[in-house]
């Protein structure tokens, strides 16, 4: 019969089996941190709108002669890219024109490096809207995050900040 100090050993060996000083896994990678805050830019009161944009419902934001319909709804996903659709309306003497020619925009990431290409489409006139007349704009982001939109015509240039998320 196995002796006390032989039984004793093979139970510490079973218990202890797995027992060895390895190293700690390492730490799993610390999270991304969260996307700073975007200010989203906020829509000029309706009393300090042109007289073309004071009766309309909709966000406007400008300045002088260029004005741009603040987006109200999320990006629309076609492909991998996000695709945002907003007006533009340009102004001569206070009503919408198309005189001075389609403005331009372009849009630049604020919370990380990246462009974003604009494309402006033909001076079109909505049904319903009166006498209001814009430019239908889009800027197609490769990435949620905070993007800001630049509208230029001729020396005017106008600036808004928008907050992309995947839909």
């Known amino acids: ?27 799993a990678p610390a999270a991304a941190p969260a996307p700073a805050h975007c200010a989203e830019t906020t829509a000029t009161p309706t009393g300090e709108r042109p007289p073309a944009l004071a009766s ?30 907003f007006p533009v309306v340009t102004l001569d003497d206070g009503a919408p024109t198309d005189e001075r ?36 704009a889009s800027v197609v982001f490769p990435d949620p995050g905070c993007w800001a939109v630049t509208g230029l015509l001729g020396t005017a240039s106008l600036q808004f900040t928008v907050a992309v998320a995947a839909p």
């Open 56 to 85: 309309s419902t909709s966000g406007w934001f400008g300045q002088d002669d260029l004005w741009v319909g603040l987006p109200d709804y999320p990006p629309a996903a076609q492909g991998d890219a996000l695709v945002l659709r």
């Open 1 to 27: 019969m196995p002796s006390l100090r032989v039984l004793a050993a093979a139970a510490a060996l079973l218990l202890c089996g797995g027992c060895a000083t390895t190293e700690a896994p390492p730490a």
């Open 101 to 136: 020619g389609a403005p331009v925009v372009t849009a630049e990431r604020v919370d990380a490096a990246g462009e974003a290409p604009g494309q402006v489409g033909a001076f079109a006139h909505a049904y319903g809207t009166g006498e209001l007349s814009f430019w239908p």
